[in-house]
């Protein structure tokens, strides 16, 4: 019977994918169905919640198939009106052409890795204590309760004792109840599913820019940061959160740079899932308004601007009063409900981050080279007179800022904030995933790396993209 459901959410996924535009390429469309699949999944039980219909394996089926029927609808639609082309899977096309013993070598380790942190991933039970007093004891309680307000979520016992590990947004537990509802023992098949997906939209998304033997390395050099690697293992929100959050900041660059309007909504709807799996998601949301004011007002038009300001925050509002309905404790109670200035705060805070940055066992040597890699290409880009790549660090840079600020806006009455097993030491370097894939991206597809492919390119006729 999984396979019934999980067959549907691949399609469900893809035809959404679908619906978004006909211009994402083979690997775009293989990676993407089942990080869509999944959350537009985790909204259907939230809509069955609240329409009182209950979350059921059956209501679940029925709600997916009615979804694939009106994405049917919709596209059929499309194309009789020439919105869409069938043109596009003609092009759909695997080539050999650049590929090199590099490409193999490091797509090789890279698939060798991934087998066998999925083994583990899949055979190797829960066994985090934020999973088992969070995210799957409440996937638990989804799947026998068949809702989300369930005895767990609304007993104000439970919720403090377990503390805000049952107060995150519901996608990762909805999609962990999945598993359990099609009578499965573990459900670390969806974390297992959002890592293998997450590398093949990764690669696909850099191959836009960079030759297929960087995009491989960059793939490889992504994955092997050992928080990233590890947590493919975990029942966790953080991997499931940073590819969200990766695909909705990349998608806005690609947008912007490459006019291919699909991929303006394919970010909306990613930074919609992100923050409907953390609610820390939303930092990405500022810089990304910021970057369409000054386009709203270069253009003349707020048509985007509108779009990404209304449904972009949805998730984020939605989570909050949903909360204020149903759990006496507010997610937001360790908050600082005021700005403030506090000069010492700020210098620790930022001085915790920055050694969290550096350290080599979370990140490896991410963040040594992102670091140096913006300040020469920006002298490069000074040089050649071209900006590069502004609006991805105003997004990016802005997002790392805003996530730091929410941990001086935090309480720290007791002396807690800063201490060993606190909240800045064991809870800051968990949504720092979202920046990895940011950081490897930008290292890979800079003016002076493009450059510099290009000069090795036509000196050594090896490759070329």
Known sequence: MSYLIFTLIF???????LLLSDKFSLGELLGLPFIIGLGCSSFLMFFLDAVKMGITYSHLITGLL???VAACGALAYLYSKG???????????????????????????????????????????????????GYDLLAKAIAHEGTIANSILTNHTIVAGCGPRLLYPPLFASCNAICYMSGMESPKLITALFFISGLIVFYSLIKRFVPHTVAAIATFMMMIAPEMFSNAS??????????????????????????????????????????????????????????????AWKAKSVRH????????????????????????????????????????KLHEVLSHAWTMLMETNLY???????????????????????????????????????????????????????????????????????FVPLAVFYCATNQLATQLYATIASITSVEKS
Request: hydrophobic residues 50%; contains cysteine; positive net charge.
């Open 66 to 68: 009615v979804t694939i």
């Open 305 to 344: 601007l509108l779009a990404y300001g209304i449904i972009g925050s949805l998730s984020f509002v939605l989570w909050h009063f949903y909360l204020t309905a149903h759990v006496e404790r507010k997610q937001d109670s360790f908050f600082i409900a005021k700005l403030f200035y506090d000069g010492n």
């Open 234 to 295: 975990f029942t966790l929100t953080n991997l499931p959160t940073a590819i969200y959050a990766s695909i909705a900041v990349i998608s806005f660059f690609i947008w912007r740079n490459q006019k291919i309007e699909g991929f303006f909504y394919l970010s909306l709807l990613a930074l919609l899932f992100g923050t409907w799996t953390r609610s820390d998601a939303i930092v990405f949301y500022p810089g990304i308004i910021l970057v369409l004011l000054y386009d």
């Open 11 to 17: 399609i469900t996924g893809l035809l959404i994918v």
């Open 364 to 434: 490896g040597i991410v963040f040594y080279v992102f670091l140096p890699v913006i300040v020469v290409n920006a002298a490069f880009s000074l040089y050649k007179r071209k900006p590069d790549m502004v609006d991805f660090i105003v997004v990016a840079f802005g997002g790392w800022l805003m996530y730091t600020l929410l941990y001086y806006q935090m309480k720290d009455t007791d002396g807690s904030l800063f201490a060993s097993g606190g909240w800045m030491l064991s809870g800051y370097k968990r949504g720092m995933f979202s």
């Open 83 to 133: 919105k869409r082309s069938v043109e596009f899977l003609k092009k759909q096309k695997f080539s050999l052409s650049g590929l090199t013993l590099p490409w193999l070598i490091f797509v090789g380790f890279g698939a060798y890795l991934a087998y066998g942190i999925t083994l583990k991933c899949l055979y190797w039970p829960p066994a985090e204590f934020d999973s088992i007093e």
